[in-house]
T-cell receptor, first 117, second 109 residues
Framework: GAVVSQHPSWVICKSGTSVKIECRSLDFQATTMFWYRQFPKQSLMLMATSNEGSKATYEQGVEKDKFLINHASLTLSTLTVTSAHPEDSSFYIC?????????????FGPGTRLTVL | GQNIDQPTEMTATEGAIVQINCTYQTSGFNGLFWYQQHAGEAPTFLSYNVLDGLEEKGRFSSFLSRSKGYSYLLLKELQMKDSASYLCAVIDSNYQLIWGAGTKLIIKP
């Protein structure tokens, strides 16, 4: 299957700082990328859907000014957590969607574990 | 509203067979995914069903009935490494992926 990379794998930061997470589709072009968040023992929660060259669509309850998403190219999307606080500590996962042979497949990055002190 | 139901937890024995069910009620349907997720890792793709019937892929098979809003994931010859959460997800009419809460599968020797 296609490969999606995420960087960094983990990050520890002080409260009030901003953190940028990169998501890349390595061997395919992804017109749509998704950002998810997962708290311990809970299901994945979609934060936003990102389409290349346009503004991201945020899910209800997700602050667009706090979680900045940029999808500047067909292979790269970034999520910036601005002024991070301890409650933002979570596992952030991106995924990229590929349409192949008339069927959608969605591939996930390895995730980024964010810890805000 | 949109809803996907699957059991919270299941236990099975190594070498046995287990079936994980998923029922869904969504606004439209453009396919159903099954993913496997080990603790602390991202989900990995297992299967995609868009037509009724059974899709077999090695030890794993996935079944879909669109008229019943029902799918199952069948795991054969269970191995200890199959202990994980299994997530059912449906693509709705807006091509949004709707997730179930996942089924934690515990494999015992």
């Amino acid at each position: 299957g296609a490969v999606v990379s995420q960087h960094p794998s983990w990050v520890i930061c002080k409260s009030g700082t901003s953190v940028k997470i990169e998501c890349r589709s390595l061997d395919f072009q992804a017109t749509t990328m998704f950002w998810y968040r997962q708290f311990p023992k809970q299901s994945l929660m979609l934060m936003a859907t990102s389409n290349e060259g346009s503004k991201a669509t945020y899910e209800q309850g997700v602050e667009k000014d706090k979680f900045l998403i940029n999808h500047a190219s067909l292979t790269l999307s970034t999520l910036t957590v601005t002024s991070a606080h301890p409650e933002d500590s979570s596992f952030y996962i991106c995924s990229a969607r590929e349409l192949a042979g008339g069927l959608y497949e969605q591939f996930f990055g390895p995730g980024t574990r964010l810890t805000v002190l | 509203g949109q809803n996907i139901d699957q059991p919270t937890e299941m236990t099975a024995t190594e070498g046995a067979i287990v079936q994980i069910n998923c029922t869904y009620q969504t606004s439209g349907f453009n396919g159903l995914f099954w993913y496997q997720q080990h603790a602390g890792e991202a989900p990995t793709f297992l299967s995609y069903n868009v037509l009724d019937g059974l899709e077999e892929k090695g030890r794993f098979s996935s079944f879909l009935s669109r008229s019943k809003g029902y799918s199952y994931l069948l795991l054969k010859e269970l191995q200890m490494k199959d202990s994980a959460s299994y997530l059912c997800a449906v693509i709705d009419s807006n091509y949004q992926l709707i997730w179930g809460a996942g089924t934690k599968l515990i494999i015992k020797p």
